[in-house]
């Protein structure tokens, strides 16, 4: 399994953060799609809470925490590549990362608007 972490401080309440990160159905307002991330899939009807889900292709964990400026978002990934792939897996790897960058990015320029 390969773990992929990247983190990003935000001008924005943890709160505001949080709950940009919880409405799932409407990351489209501030995360645009891409080639490679088409949008979170079957989610549950609203509102979101506990025992809400959706379909993710791959293991992803966001945190936030407050911090002296507003918050930290972390978001880790975790994936599995299998072997018939080794030859490919830095791209595959690059590529998660690169969306996570994405992501964290996007959600930033929202918040601190």
């Not at 002296?68 to 599995?80: F, H, I, P, S």
Request: one cysteine or more.
């Amino acid at each position: 399994m390969i773990r992929i972490e990247r983190q990003i401080e935000i001008a924005a309440s943890p709160e505001n953060v949080f709950d940009l990160i919880c409405d799932l159905h409407r990351y489209d307002r501030w995360l645009p799609s891409v080639g490679d991330y088409e949008g979170t899939d079957e989610i549950s009807p609203p509102p979101v809470a506990v025992g809400t889900t959706y379909v993710e292709h791959s293991t992803v964990a966001l945190s936030v925490a407050a911090t002296a400026g507003g918050a930290r978002v972390m978001r880790t990934v975790e994936l599995g590549v299998p072997r018939r792939l080794a030859l490919v897996r830095s791209i595959v790897v690059r590529r998660y990362a690169l969306e996570s960058e994405r992501m964290l990015q996007a959600l930033k320029a929202h918040a601190e608007r």
